[in-house]
């Protein structure tokens, strides 16, 4: 069966299908920039984003962000801002001197058939790395690693471990019995 993303990013859509695959989906991508709403977790941030967008249902959106133990889980629901301000380089600096690494990712699916919203969520511990390293993915790959190597090391390899899959494994097992 098909199913319909809206994402104005790239790297995310082409995960999304590489995952779906596996799962007999066929995720298709409509590419769309929203205007993402504020909100205090992810969970909300696409509850709203779901709200706002103008798009015939069903379709699904994701937002996912990047948490920092030891910045207090900065950027978390300011991920997609702080990405395009500071960077990668801007995040290796504020860690610069701390010995805590720990960070993960999250990942929050809704998906929306006009009706009712259905949240999936996803995580994966990993740390932040000394230095940007890869060069596959996207966004904050080169600097987030999962037992020594970085997502953007790992190429198709972080499918099969991602915040990403981890939501979307559940979100396409329930869209496969749903329907
Ligand atoms: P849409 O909202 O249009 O889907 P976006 O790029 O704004 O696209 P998010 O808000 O979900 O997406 O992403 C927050 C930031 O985290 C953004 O800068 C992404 O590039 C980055 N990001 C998301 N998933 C990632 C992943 O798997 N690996 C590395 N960075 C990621
Ligand atoms: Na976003």
């Known amino acids: 069966m098909r199913v319909r993303f809206i994402t104005s990013n790239k790297g995310k859509f082409e995960e999304m299908k590489h ?44 937002d996912s962000g990047l948490f920092i133990e030891a910045l207090n889980g900065f950027p978390g629901v300011y991920s997609s801002y702080v990405f395009k301000t500071i960077g990668n380089e801007g995040i290796l600096r504020l860690m610069e001197g701390i010995e805590n690494r720990k960070a993960r990712f999250v990942c929050v699916i809704a998906y929306t058939d006009g009706v009712e919203t259905q949240i999936f969520t996803g995580e994966v511990e990993g740390e932040i790395a000394r230095e940007a390293r890869g060069d596959a993915g996207f966004g904050y790959d080169p600097i987030f690693e999962v037992s020594g190597r970085t997502f953007a090391e790992m190429g198709n390899e972080k499918n099969a471990v991602s915040h990403r899959r981890r939501a979307a494994e559940k979100f396409f097992s329930w869209l496969a019995k749903s329907f």
């Open 19 to 62: 995952i779906g695959e596996k799962y007999g989906i066929d995720v298709e991508w409509a590419s769309m920039e929203y205007l993402e709403p504020q909100g205090s977790s992810l969970e909300f941030v696409a509850r709203k984003s779901i709200e706002m967008i103008d798009a015939k249902p069903p379709f699904f959106i994701e």
